[in-house]
């Protein structure tokens, strides 16, 4: 995957994926585009779900945690996923100690979306 943003809306699930790199530029690239889709996923609708899919994804940065945590907090912990994430990617989250907040799923472990 390039470096452009793809939504797909399944019931009341926004499964939202990303570029291969989420470095600052990208976040501040895709940050307005993933905020706008939230709020109008979410507008009015109770018991919503957002789920990250970093299928693809090499690389993160401190400000695409900043967009989950963000995000998260939209939705709750309960509503909120980020799914398909490598090990190396993983090791950032934990260290971030976002692995204890959020649901945050390997590769090899992700619930399959139809």
Known sequence: MGGTMKFKEIDDVLH???PNRL???ACSTVEQELSSRITEFTNGRTNVRLIFDLAGVIF???AFLR?????????GK???SVTNVSEEIHKVFHISGF???MNVTHADRAPALA
Request: net charge negative; with cysteine.
């Open 16 to 18: 939202c994926s990303f």
């Open 23 to 25: 470095d600052g530029l």
């Open 60 to 62: 993160i940065s401190s």
């Open 67 to 75: 967009l989950c945590l963000m995000h998260f907090r939209t939705v």
């Open 78 to 80: 309960n509503h909120f």
């Open 99 to 101: 692995v204890d907040l």
